[in-house]
């Protein structure tokens, strides 16, 4: 077992004394100290384990020996700024490179998601010559003062400020719970039809386009996608007024969603950004990120005759860790796990919600999954405090997950890419006995417990599920369970704390799965 300094009382002594208060933790009323980690599972100071299906971090597994081994053999030969020749930069540009659409070929590496989203910015706002940004609902790019400015996620909270002028804020393309839904005959047109309505009235006051700028698929929004087409459309409207796509890729790039390496790629091949963003996964949780663009904007920016540097981006060691995911990926097939779990556990979810008045929908691709958990079916109404709840009835049988979207109302996975089937169904099951009980609780299950057809809709792939609902609504809770889910904290819904390698899937990843199982069934409720 690890080594640990201090108790865990006195840990959370220290952190009250020492760490600032607005830096929040997850279960907040029975924090976890984590001490040690492998493959899908964390470990706290007594050894309990935890399956994490939520540490999009830690993206090919935690502390997987061939990214440590990479990192621990440069850091023994060399580590130094990217002012002298280094040939792991320049392969791990070439190798990240060779991923995306030919046109984007040029890298700026830097340390977090926020700065490279700073960065992307910076880059937009030089090339067009123009300063204004169109940001999405719901959206968060980062903690810097100027990501802040573009993510209503954030902003929203701030009790003085708020939108800044040069912000444009335009709908979340939501198609179950936002202004145009899965009933529209096309919405992607509709959506992409208000963010050109946001560009004519900005310029009607003479203010111009510098970027358009959208995780490529909404994670904090609550794990939106969003409807095939969009993009091409806005890219269409901002580029005619002389703006930059910008993808965000921080939290859903590097395969996640199987499929494609990209989570933009969903849109078809004739989609392609001016600028892509990326960190969380780049590094499996070591500090590194990149802005990928074209050469037309990487020229024009190196013309400003004001020199870009970095100190620690792209530094050897860095670089090393970063070829080393590139590699576990394509050897280990990731993508193809996350669409082989990752259609499992849809499946699974798709019978929970056939199952569970409480289950409005089930969307998601590859192992980028949101469960939106609702009072009343037919309005749609968020279960927040029931999503709270499961959330720590959850954590009691050792499964961390969280959740998230405007309402904090959506259960949200995001794991490690060598999550496994059986993880998947174990913790499916252990859904389904806790809305089983919050249903019990509130008198709210189906009659005769039949199931509820889903009707046939789009593929669960790509939009969330067309059934036919009826109209039926989960009854007040009993007073014992408002007791209880009242006195639910609210997680935080941001990131955690924004061995031999060809072996690692079958044991680091997956091992003793069985015995995993019926140690976490020792706490029951």
Same mark, same amino acid.
């Given at each position: ?40 599972? /964390? ?31 440069? /850091? ?201 963003? /990326? ?71 798709? +019978? ?11 969307? +998601? ?161």
């Amino acid at each position: 077992m690890a080594t640990q300094l201090f108790s865990k009382e006195r840990t959370l002594e220290l952190r009250d004394k020492h760490i600032g208060p607005s830096c929040k933790l997850f279960f907040s009323k029975d924090p976890l100290k984590i001490i040690r980690a492998q493959g899908q599972y /964390m470990y706290d100071e007594n050894d309990k384990k935890f399956l994490d299906c939520i540490n999009n971090v830690a993206h090919v597994g935690h502390c997987h020996p061939e990214v440590v081994q990479a990192a621990v053999k440069q /850091m023994e030969l060399l580590n130094t700024n990217s002012r002298f020749l280094h040939d792991n930069l320049i392969q791990y540009a070439k190798e990240l490179t060779a991923t995306l659409p030919p046109k984007l070929s040029f890298c700026y590496f830097v340390n977090s998601g926020s700065e490279a989203n700073d960065l992307a910015l910076r880059l937009a706002r030089h090339y067009t010559g123009h300063h204004d940004i169109l940001t999405l609902d719901h959206a968060y790019h980062g903690h810097v003062t100027s990501l802040i400015d573009i993510s209503p996620y954030k902003f929203h909270e701030l009790q003085a400020g708020g939108q800044e002028e040069f912000v444009h804020v335009a709908p979340s393309p939501d198609i179950y719970r936002g202004k145009y839904r899965e009933d529209h005959p096309d919405p992607a047109s509709a959506y992409a039809d208000e963010v050109n309505f946001l560009i004519q009235e900005a310029e009607k006051k003479g203010r111009k386009m510098a970027a358009f700028i959208a995780e490529s698929m909404q994670s904090c929004g609550g794990q939106i996608i969003p409807p095939p087409g969009y993009f091409q459309k806005v890219a269409q409207y901002v580029r005619n007024v002389g703006g930059v796509f910008i993808a965000d890729e921080v939290q859903v790039g590097f395969g996640r969603v199987g499929k494609h390496f990209w989570a933009f790629q969903l849109q078809g091949e004739d989609f392609v950004p001016d600028i892509v963003t /990326m960190g969380k996964p780049i590094g499996n949780g070591h500090p590194m990120s990149c802005v990928v663009t074209t050469k037309e904007i990487a020229e024009a920016f190196g013309a400003s005759g004001l020199e870009y540097f970095n100190t620690f981006g792209g530094n050897p060691v860095s670089c090393a860790i970063g070829l080393a995911v590139l590699s576990v990926l394509e050897k280990e097939d990731l993508r193809g796990n996350a669409t082989k779990v990752g259609n499992y556990l849809m499946d699974l979810l798709k +019978g929970q919600q056939a199952k569970h008045q409480l289950i409005g929908d089930v969307r +998601g691709i590859g192992l980028f999954i949101g469960v939106d958990l609702v009072k009343d079916l037919k309005k749609r109404t968020p279960a927040m405090a029931e999503a709270q709840h499961i959330i720590y009835r959850l954590k009691e049988q050792n499964i961390l997950l969280s959740a998230d979207g405007p309402h904090r109302n959506v259960l949200k996975f995001k794991p490690p890419m060598c999550f496994t089937m059986e993880d998947a169904k174990f913790v499916v099951e252990e859904i389904d006995e806790i809305l089983t009980d919050l249903e019990k609780g509130t008198r709210a299950r189906v009659p005769n417990e039949e199931p509820r057809p889903l009707g046939n809709g789009v593929p669960s792939t790509l939009s969330g599920s067309k059934r036919k609902t009826p109209h039926a609504s989960v009854p007040a809770l009993s007073n014992g369970c408002i007791n209880e889910l009242c006195n639910t904290e609210a997680l935080q819904s941001e990131e955690f704390p924004d061995e031999n390698s060809s072996h690692y899937n079958r044991t680091a990843c997956g091992q003793q799965q069985s015995s995993y199982r019926s140690s976490c069934k020792r706490i029951r409720t």
